[in-house]
């Protein structure tokens, strides 16, 4: 169900168009300030295209996730009907596995690492899947770029809302005595009424798309890792071991000690049996040391030409690594430059908030002085 979860998002948004609907006298027909409406259906406008846009990264996502574990259960199963044999995942079957573009384009990256290291007896070594399919692919699926400013962005429209707000009633708040001062009051308050909604749902969205986001986020995560840790056991070939080659030199030089046993032996016979018995050993240890050095020097080939591609790809990968941790840094100083940027920005924008919060107090003092005034002059009008 997590992976459901952003279908809670329209649920809550369908409700607070309602509500503010409701709020503003619509269904009633008694529309108490137009502007205070239309402010808040376009801020409301807005967060519902920032939900769709991101509800189409989670949709994205759901179909990778689901054609994982698809691949998953598939690995599973066909391991099981061949009798707990594994299928090893190349460049000849990879295109069976999975029918999206990003997931399929990932495992043929992984075959074409995989052939690098093929030999005729095995793999010289291992090409690992979680490389190229990884949480790195789900966030670039997912849309991760956007997704992860989208919270931020819908505090921000709901302290935009405050501002406005604030702007739209002190306008129109005019006057110089009392009299007109509190003609003036209603304005000032529907202006407030537009900086409390926005900054109601704008929290309320942006807390809501949090938790969903981090929810879909997290299945995802896990489902990549399941289907990584499946594919290593049941469809990742493994590494040929030198033991072979070990064994075939063992018995090469048992022949050779034969050989030379049988010949300290013919010393003691006979000089024609010697001679006759020295011919086929002779022979012999000819064939043997012919077939044995052929063999070996073709694997001793062999062995220098795989160890010399598994150093060529040590070298790219090495290359491709320092790069990578360059960029990593490069764009690790640019993040603490943009925090710093942000941070400076916020504590303005706290001074200004400070700013306005005391401005307003002072204005609401103000007209409660002079309300007061003009209650006891009314007072003393009335006796």
């Known amino acids: 169900m997590k992976n459901k979860l952003y279908y809670l998002l329209f649920v809550a948004y369908a409700a607070t168009i309602f509500v503010i609907l409701a709020i503003n006298g619509v269904f009633t027909g008694q529309i108490v300030s137009p502007v205070n ?164 749902y704008g929290i309320f969205f942006s807390l809501l798309f949090n938790l969903c986001y981090r929810s879909i986020m997290a299945d995802a995560y896990e489902k990549v890792e399941s289907f990584i840790e499946t594919f290593r056991q049941y469809a990742q070939p493994s590494v040929t071991d030198s033991d072979a080659d070990a064994a075939a030199m063992l018995i090469y030089q048992a022949n050779m000690a034969t050989a030379l046993k049988e010949l300290l032996d013919l010393q003691k016979g006979t000089s024609a049996d010697q001679t006759k018995a020295l011919e086929v050993i002779v022979d012999r240890f000819l064939d043997q040391m012919t077939t044995g050095s052929r063999d070996s020097f073709a694997r001793l080939s062999q062995a220098l030409s795989d160890v010399t591609v598994s150093q060529e790809s040590v070298n790219e990968n090495n290359r491709i690594l320092t790069a990578a941790i360059n960029e990593l840094l490069a764009a690790n100083q640019r993040l603490q430059e943009t925090m710093t940027q942000v941070q400076e920005e916020q504590a303005a924008l706290s001074r200004e908030i400070g700013d306005q919060r005391e401005r307003l107090d002072r204005t609401c003092e103000d007209i409660g002085n002079q309300l007061y005034t003009f209650g006891q002059m009314r007072k003393l009008y009335e006796n």
């Open 37 to 200: 409406l239309i402010i808040n259906l376009a801020f409301l406008l807005i967060i519902g295209i920032l939900l769709t846009v991101s509800s189409v990264s989670f949709a994205r996502i759901n179909h990778t996730t689901r054609e994982l574990d698809t691949a998953r259960s598939a690995m599973i199963r066909g391991y099981k009907e061949k009798g707990n044999q594994s299928t090893v995942v190349d460049s000849s079957n990879y295109a069976e596995m999975f029918s999206g573009t990003e997931l399929r384009r990932a495992l043929y990256r992984y075959c074409v690492r995989l052939e690098k290291y093929k030999t005729r007896a095995g793999y010289s070594s291992k090409a690992d899947i979680e490389d190229f399919i990884n949480e790195d692919l789900i966030d670039r699926v997912g849309m991760n770029y956007f997704n992860s400013g989208i919270s931020g962005a819908m505090t921000g429209l709901g302290i935009l809302g405050t501002f406005l707000g604030l702007a739209i009633g002190l306008g129109s708040f005019q006057g110089n005595d009392i009299f007109t001062i509190s003609d003036n009051v209603g304005p000032l308050l529907s202006g407030m009424k537009v900086a409390f909604h926005t900054s109601v």
